[in-house]
């Protein structure tokens, strides 16, 4: 009875074994790109300036959302992705949600160290935000084609972020509406 216990313990660790070198061995996703949203983060503390214009719409083709009547946007030179490169974008403030989202489109780095184009958009939570979210923290989104940053086909691909800057999960991914966050569709592995 010993013999046939030690071999089901040995056949039993042999797959646990086994099973952790499949894992291990498995690739990770590297779809996604790389986004530093300090740059909005610091200007989501700041009021809108003087000369805004009101709007109700956010993005462009593939990223376009509504916003709250009233909101208030207004163009500058920004590197909203943190990749160096400065970009002409189209900030909104969100005076009801307390939300400043900025909106671009144009090059970024991918997580695989390539570059791709595309729409990027960038939320972050101000002060007195009604959803009780911490300031500064948000969440990012980018549109990309099949084959462009690893993705598998044309998708969305999108991190939540703290008030820290830093990466809390990522994944393919879509806007909420109406609650203006991200939703993981699919979280990264």
């Not at 010993?2 to 498995?26: D, F, H, R, S, Y």
């Not at 779809?31 to 462009?60: D, F, H, M, R, Y």
């Not at 959302?65 to 970009?87: A, F, H, R, Y």
Request: glycine share 12%.
């Amino acid at each position: 009875m010993k013999n046939v216990i030690t071999k089901w313990a040995m056949v039993a660790i042999a797959l646990v074994v086994g099973l952790a070198v499949a894992v291990a061995q498995e690739p990770r996703t590297s779809a996604g790109i790389k986004v530093n949203p300090s740059e909005v983060q610091k200007k989501a503390g700041t009021p809108p300036p003087a000369g805004t214009t009101k709007t109700t719409a956010i993005g462009t083709e593939h990223l376009k959302m509504t916003t709250p009547p009233d909101s208030q946007s207004w163009m500058e030179q920004l590197d909203v992705d943190g990749n160096g490169q400065v970009n002409s974008t189209t900030l909104t403030w969100d005076g009801k949600d307390k939300i400043l989202f900025s909106t671009t489109s144009g090059s970024f780095t991918c997580q695989n160290g390539t570059t791709g184009n595309g729409e990027l958009l960038v939320a972050v939570n101000g002060e007195g935000n009604p959803n009780g979210r911490p300031v500064g923290s948000g969440f990012w989104l980018a549109s990309l084609d099949k084959g462009q940053c690893g993705a598998q086909a044309q998708s969305f691909w999108g991190c939540k972020f703290d008030s820290a800057g830093n990466s809390t999960a990522c994944g393919t991914a879509r806007i909420d509406e109406k609650t203006y966050d991200l939703s993981i569709v699919k979280a990264a592995r």
